[in-house]
């Protein structure tokens, strides 16, 4: 069946560093696909997310671009915030939601 | 627009008991869900629903009842609570599976 895997956690940067997240999925045809954030003591919200190949999701300075040939939709950043210390989710979608297991970011100071 | 509400935000069982976690929506989407949240396991699907009158099962449904009489409302039944059902529950809803799924807060459960 469909599977989503992403890089373990926890990732602790400091302010203004380079981020990536790995994720990599397995799925039938061609899923959509998701990043979510999960902010202390909330619920997941919609980061960003692609429909097709190739196709570039973006917002609030976050990046992935859906690759097929590697089944990849990695998420960077150029200079993160102490702000963006949260839980990061991928996920892809068929039928039904598929998530990763989550990655933990600490933004230091 | 209140988006997903889940109520209770908090509660705490014993073994055997059972509870109605709540789910209510306002955005008039066809497809809801609900996950669990556990540490190291990311979330899980329990069950879902793609439009009112029609469910099925998710990864995990064991232990978990469902139904979905109205477009808005989708209720998860726990019928016998057990220690191992202690997690944090999210309701979810989208207009259709593909599209962005939107997220309630969450209910913390403890079943002692």
């Known amino acids: 069946g469909d599977s989503v895997t992403q890089m373990e956690g926890p990732v602790t940067l400091s302010e203004e560093a380079f981020l990536t997240i790995n994720c990599t999925y397995t799925?039938?045809?061609?899923?959509?696909l998701f990043w979510y954030v999960q902010y202390p003591g909330e619920g997941l919200q919609l980061l960003l997310k692609a429909t097709k190949a190739d196709d570039k999701g973006s917002n609030k300075g976050f990046e992935a671009t859906y690759r097929k040939e590697t089944t990849s939709f990695h998420l960077e950043k150029g200079s993160v915030q102490v702000s963006d210390s949260a839980v990061y989710f991928c996920a892809s979608r068929n039928d039904k939601i598929i998530f990763g297991k989550g990655t933990r970011l600490h933004i230091l100071p | 627009n209140a988006g997903v509400t889940q109520t209770p935000k908090f509660q705490v069982l014993k073994t055997g008991q059972s509870m109605t976690l709540q789910c209510a929506q306002d955005?008039?989407?066809?497809?809801m869900s609900w996950y669990r949240q556990d540490p190291g396991m990311g979330l899980r699907l329990i069950h879902y629903s793609v439009g009112a009158g029609i469910t099925d099962q998710g990864e995990v449904p064991n232990g978990y009842n469902v139904s979905r009489s109205t477009t808005e409302d989708f209720p998860l039944r726990l019928l016998s609570a057990a220690p191992s059902q202690t997690s944090v529950y999210f309701c979810a809803s989208g207009a259709v599976p593909q599209d962005t799924q939107y997220f309630g807060p969450g209910t913390r459960l403890t079943v002692l």
């Open positions: 955005m008039n989407h066809e497809y």
């Open positions: 799925a039938t045809g061609y899923p959509s």
